[in-house]
């Protein structure tokens, strides 16, 4: 049996992190949360995530700033942005993300697009 895909679910709103862990831990995914830019970067180090959905407005260091750091260090990890804001779509910064979903109360799209994400090749 294949081992259970890992992801890191980064976002500052505690109720929002729970939610997502409930959600794709009963899609059979792994995760692993993350409430900071800082803290996501520290832990695709040691857990080493096989995605990352982030959001952008956070304190401190924001989403995307926290997606290049990342991506400079594993550039094959798959990154979604998800944020409630849908003018961060057209900050060019934006575009080094696999995907960018604007959030919704409905998680359907969230979901095909991970799943779309996890079976492409890398």
């Known amino acids: 049996m294949p081992e259970p895909k ?3 679910i980064v976002d500052d709103e505690p109720n929002i992190r729970e939610l997502y862990k409930e959600v794709f831990q ?3 995914y792994e995760v692993v949360l993350a409430s900071t830019g800082p803290e996501a970067i520290k832990l695709v180090q040691s857990e080493e995530p096989d995605l990352a959905i982030m959001d952008i407005r956070m304190p401190g260091m924001d989403g995307v700033d926290a997606m290049h ?4 260090q594993n ?3 798959p990154v979604i942005i998800n944020s409630a804001y849908t003018h961060y779509k057209e900050n ?5 993300a696999d995907a960018y979903i604007v959030k919704s ?7 095909a697009t991970v799943a ?4 492409k090749p890398r």
């Open 6 to 8: 890992k992801l890191l």
């Open 26 to 28: 009963s899609e059979g």
């Open 69 to 72: 750091e990342i991506l400079s």
């Open 75 to 77: 550039n094959r990890l």
């Open 92 to 96: 060019y910064m934006s575009w080094a």
């Open 105 to 111: 109360a409905d998680m359907t799209e969230l979901k």
């Open 116 to 119: 779309k994400l996890l079976s």
